[in-house]
């Protein structure tokens, strides 16, 4: 299967995300051509009682390898998300053993993936990760701005992810 059929996956996770209303991160797990693992973005819902930052879609997805029963080898996996990793999720990608990201949309006020590596310690330095953006970045970019065009929506409300988004659907359909 090609980034694209993979990153559809990763949408509906996204999508699952969004119907709970949740901030609209999913992310999938690939080894070899199968999917062994999911997650999507909890803990934003407004109203929630418990506000979380740590459950993460690829935090989600990556915990769930410690119970679905399959056989992780991480130097043969890649994860697909819809959102650029912020740093913790960059991290814990990195220390997973995890050695390519594909993800859709940047994260220009928290992505992690542009860290420079080669000023870390070892650990991180020598992870070798292979990052891939921008597939499916459309069609994950409408999912955003449709979170933050929903008037219940308090998650990053007046953020610069917020204005950003915005402007990003507002140019890409000037470009149609």
């Not at 199968?34 to 418990?50: D, H, K, L, M």
Request: aromatic letters at 10%.
């Amino acid at each position: 299967m090609a980034n694209e059929a993979f990153m559809e996956m990763a949408l509906t996770q996204a999508k699952i995300a969004f119907t709970r209303g949740e901030f609209p991160v999913g992310c999938v797990i690939v080894q070899g051509r199968e999917v062994i693992a999911t997650g999507a973005r909890q803990g934003t819902r407004v109203g929630n009682s418990f506000f979380s930052e740590i459950d993460h879609a690829e935090i989600r997805a990556l915990k769930s390898l410690e119970v679905n029963g399959r056989v992780f080898i991480p130097e043969k996996s890649v994860l697909f998300c819809t959102m650029e990793p912020c740093l913790m999720c960059f991290a814990a990608i990195i220390l997973s053993g995890i050695k390519k990201i594909v993800y859709a949309y940047e994260d220009p006020m928290g992505g992690g993936t542009c860290c420079d590596l080669s000023s870390m310690a070892p650990l991180y330095k020598d992870a070798k990760i292979e990052v891939v953006p921008g597939v499916l970045r459309e069609k994950s970019l409408d999912l955003f701005y449709e979170f933050f065009n929903k008037e219940t929506n308090q998650y990053w409300k007046n953020s610069f992810l917020e204005a950003y988004t915005l402007d990003q659907k507002k140019r890409s359909s000037t470009e149609k």
